[in-house]
């Protein structure tokens, strides 16, 4: 079993910045990537961001140069920072684990992150 707790939404005025966290515990060795997918209301659920244990990254072209993912594999935990937010950046935001950015095997409760223009 593996639990991933996000932290870190909120509500955020345009052009400010948020940072998502994500702590997994249980069998955290099954997986390779974790990282955030985002849903907003009426869409898809799209990839925002991933990460390896071994650093390589995979961003959205609509985030690129504004979000940051890094990962802590120490404390089993992945960070979104998110500068630059835009109003349509709002949605919730989904923690995941998995064989790879595509490949997910578990995701979070996810967190909601509001970008008010």
């Known amino acids: 079993q593996v639990q991933l707790v996000e932290s870190g939404g909120g509500l955020v005025q345009a052009g400010g910045s948020l940072r998502l966290s994500c702590a997994a515990s249980g069998s955290i060795f099954s997986f390779n990537a974790m990282g955030w997918y985002r849903q907003a209301p009426g869409n898809d659920r799209d990839l925002v961001a991933g990460i390896t244990r071994s650093g390589r990254t995979d961003y959205a072209d609509s985030v690129k140069g504004r979000f940051t993912i890094s990962r802590d594999n120490a404390k089993n935990t992945v960070y979104l920072q998110m500068n630059s937010l835009k109003p349509e950046d709002t949605a919730v935001y989904y923690c995941?684990?998995?064989?790879?950015?595509?490949?997910?095997?578990?995701w979070g409760k996810g967190t909601l992150v509001t970008v008010s223009s």
């Open positions: 995941f684990a998995g064989s790879g950015s595509r490949f997910v095997n578990h």
